[in-house]
């Protein structure tokens, strides 16, 4: 509705300043939407007319009939119109009641309080709803209460029978694999025909007999020598063609074959918790996953696609699809699958109580359910189903749930529950987890803080104001969200602003800030590590690098410990409109320098340092998240801030895949004098190539000399390889910061007289001017 307002010019841009909440109206109205069709000629059969998201409150009319509620926007809704359809003209419509006072409406007649985090959720009670949580607001979102038509509308005609869902199931033998079909299913009457599934030159059918009613009919398929789909970055994403029909009607899949488990074995230090594909364990590298825009109609494959490359052009091989966002199109996970990103998926619940003791509630709860895990079985990109986020947590954020747990933690069962029913009753090949951050199934207490087993969500750092070496106070076995925030770029704060709002303290960029003191945090941690800048402009340069010092200080100690941890997804990959966040892409897709950070520290190869505690000593080591061990050769020097290097040594190692191995210690006394550690490596036939850095004191403590950048753009390439070239020693040196498109590097430490060539990736935006004034490095 929206977006329908701003393509008729009756409303401002919600993203401009602080348009927001003069937009309420909207979400307060009821909504008529309606269109006229026809149809030249009316043949008997089976007519369903199929709604495949309407959100959420709404009631649907065909001719001036009414045939349906609609109260869940994760629910398909099929219905059966053939008798109220028409020769000629049909008229339908939809009508929108307002999701908001329908919210309201719901938890005034609740029997007992189901609380929601108020301090996130502008808008009240829609843990009452089956809409996207986040539409109600967030810490990182508009509170807009979208409401409307997100996906197809359509009217389908069959002879007798239809086919309403495929859930597909794969089970791995050697050198074979069984893919096994259950086709549900709606006939008009009884009849007899055929069930196939084809692929490739592979055909299994059967005759069966079909009664009014729903029904399922069961297919497996043998093939043989199968060509497996991997994850990127351990080998090719192959992908066959599957056809499944019933009499006339077909339905068409790209479909990988491959095996997904959850390891979650105890151990002497807890249990695992380890993603294991084709018998492969692999560590898992990526972020979280929210809606790509506030604003569901502007939501492209374009768009999406171009998010899910930049997660690719950062070595990520898994997205968890947050639960208080929604389940995406089928395209979403298609796109996937073909780039090799594996996909945690979260049933959508997240942080606030929810009225699970409705029966009514709870059974749209179970459909909602049972559709999406038949509806995602058929893609590889899938890799785990979770119950929940942070629910489970929740339970104590309340003072009702606090003072009476033992009633709420029973509501929370039933939800629980009704889910993991769900899982086994569609009998998926897919993993479950009951919730995030957890420790084990049916453990209701506090995983937030247990680093021993299970998931963790780590935010003691942005939450609790710590410095970032307190990372390394824990060793989860998988952390699934943690962050730190900054500002998007400059480029992008002038789209929401005028130039007197660009302050971090305007009211303005208070707006695009949801996190209640968010602003003042990030300007104080900066402050920590850096010194104060003098220009907003510098500022908001500065917050970016801090978050992404953030995420490198986390996530290279936590690779160093592989084996005893086996993934880091921060928080979070993409905004939903421009605003202050944890995000590592900002609003529109531009990447931030914790996205070019990523690119380093998510490297299938990587070598870091970081301090021992107890000895003083740098611990220097190497990690081969590679299907094989590789054979790299290592160089460590020291570098002066005036830019003297000397040599600290050489290796040649052979470094295994199962664990990370240390390479050697490095005494203190080398960078008493100020030095930083320059780290250098290359895999055999010079694939795996890197640089890393450690700084033993904070970037503000350094007094660098101001370097002389030079910068060389390469006519002959369309401007798509630039060379830059320093004097004396510059750290964080960053190209066309904020700029749209991809460059191979950023951020990254230029040593005086030794040549730094970048090139494009991906060209996002029209070429513009380029010369030494878009480069930015620390200064003091």
């Known amino acids: 509705m929206h977006s329908a307002l701003l393509t008729a010019g009756k409303i401002e841009d919600p993203y401009w300043r602080d348009t927001e909440t003069s937009l309420d109206w909207v979400h307060e109205c009821e909504w008529l939407a309606e269109t006229s069709f026809c149809l030249d000629e009316l043949q008997p059969g089976l007519w369903t007319l199929t709604f495949d998201s309407i959100d959420c409150m709404a009631e649907v009319q065909l001719n001036d009939h009414l045939i349906g509620r609609c109260d869940n926007q994760f629910i398909r809704w099929d219905f059966e119109v053939g008798t109220l359809l028409r020769q000629g003209k049909n008229h339908l419509q939809v009508k929108f009641l307002s999701n908001s006072a329908m919210a309201a409406q719901r938890a005034a007649e609740a029997p007992f309080p189901v609380p929601y985090i108020k301090w996130n959720n502008r808008l009240a009670h829609f843990n009452f709803l089956r809409k996207a949580q986040c539409h109600a607001g967030w810490d990182w979102n508009i509170a807009l209460s979208p409401l409307g038509l997100y996906r197809p509308v359509s009217l389908k005609r069959v002879d007798a029978v239809r086919i309403d869902e495929v859930m597909v199931r794969q089970k791995h033998t050697d050198n074979s694999v069984a893919l096994s079909v259950d086709i549900h299913y709606t006939a008009q009457s009884t009849t007899a025909l055929k069930a196939k599934i084809i692929c ?20 497996t398929l043998e093939l ?20 499944v029909q019933l009499g006339e009607d077909t339905r068409h899949y790209r479909i990988g074959l491959r095996e997904v488990q959850l390891i979650t074995d105890a151990d002497e230090i807890g249990n695992r918790f380890a993603f294991r594909v084709n018998g492969k364990e ?155 951050p957890a420790v084990g199934r049916l453990h209701f207490g506090d995983a937030w803080h247990d680093d021993t087993a299970g998931d963790m969500h780590f935010w003691d750092v942005w939450h609790s104001s710590k410095d970032f070496e307190h990372y390394r106070t824990v060793k989860p076995r998988f952390c699934s969200e943690f962050g730190f925030q900054s500002f998007p770029s400059n480029q992008l704060i002038e789209t929401f602003t005028d130039p007197q709002d660009r302050n971090v303290s305007s009211s303005v960029m208070d707006v695009h800030q949801r996190n209640e003191g968010g602003n003042s945090r990030i300007v104080e941690t900066l402050v920590r590590y850096f010194r104060f800048p003098d220009k907003f402009e510098d500022m908001t340069w500065l917050s970016q690098l ?51 950070f990523a690119r380093r520290f998510f490297a299938p190869v990587l070598v870091s340092a970081r301090p021992d505690e107890k000895t003083g000593e740098i611990v220097v080591l190497a990690v081969n998240d590679t299907a094989e061990p590789l054979n790299i050769d290592i160089e460590i020097t020291t570098v002066t801030p005036e830019g003297k290097s000397m040599s600290a040594g050489e290796w040649s190692l052979v470094v295994p895949t199962d664990q990370a191995l240390e390479v050697c210690r490095v005494q203190a006394a080398l960078l008493d004098g100020g030095q930083i550690l320059h780290l250098s490596w290359m895999g055999e036939n010079s694939d795996h190539t890197g640089q890393n850095d450690y700084l033993p004191l904070r970037p503000k403590q350094y007094r660098l000399a101001e370097p002389n950048i030079s910068v060389r753009i390469d006519a002959g390439f369309d401007g798509d390889e630039v060379e830059l070239l320093s004097d004396s020693l510059a750290l964080f040196v960053t190209y066309d910061h904020g700029g749209a498109d991809v460059w191979s590097d950023n951020g990254f430490t230029l040593l005086p007289g030794v040549p730094k060539r970048l090139h494009r990736i991906r060209k996002r935006a029209a070429e513009k001017d380029r010369s030494a004034a878009a480069i930015r490095y620390l200064k003091t």
């Open 546 to 596: 801090s978050q992404a010092l953030a995420m490198k200080t986390a996530i290279e100690f936590w690779r160093s410990s592989k084996p005893r941890c086996m993934g880091t997804l921060y928080w979070q990959l993409n905004d939903t409109w421009p605003v202050a966040s944890w995000s590592s892409l900002e609003y529109g897709g531009s990447w931030k320098l914790t996205q070019y």
């Open 282 to 436: 692999i560590f898992m590298r990526g972020a979280n996953w929210i809606p790509a825009d506030a604003l569901p109609a502007r939501v492209t494959p374009e768009l999406v696609d171009d998010l899910l490359c930049s997660a690719l052009d950062a070595n990520m091989n898994m997205l968890r699809v947050w639960g208080g966002g929604q389940y995406e199109p089928d395209w979403f996970y298609q796109m996937c699958s073909e780039k090799g990103l594996m996909i945690w998926q979260d049933f959508m619940f997240s942080c606030n109580l929810y009225p699970a003791s409705d029966s009514v509630w709870l059974d749209s709860v179970r459909i909602e359910a049972r559709q999406q895990i038949r509806r995602l079985s058929q893609h590889a990109s899938l890799a785990l189903w979770c119950g929940d986020n942070e629910v489970i947590g929740a339970l104590g954020w309340f003072e009702v749930s606090r003072k009476n747990r033992d009633h709420y933690v029973a509501v929370y069962a039933r939800l629980s529950h009704a889910l993991e029913e769900a899982m086994e009753r569609e009998a998926s090949d897919i993993p479950f987890w009951a919730s995030s």
């Open 224 to 243: 043989k020598n199968p060509r497996l789909w991997w994850p990127a970055g351990y080998g090719v994403q192959e992908m066959y063609d599957v056809t």
């Open 200 to 219: 490739e030159a592979e055909l299994t059918e059967c005759e069966i007999d079909a009664y009014p009613g729903a029904g399922v009919t069961h297919l």
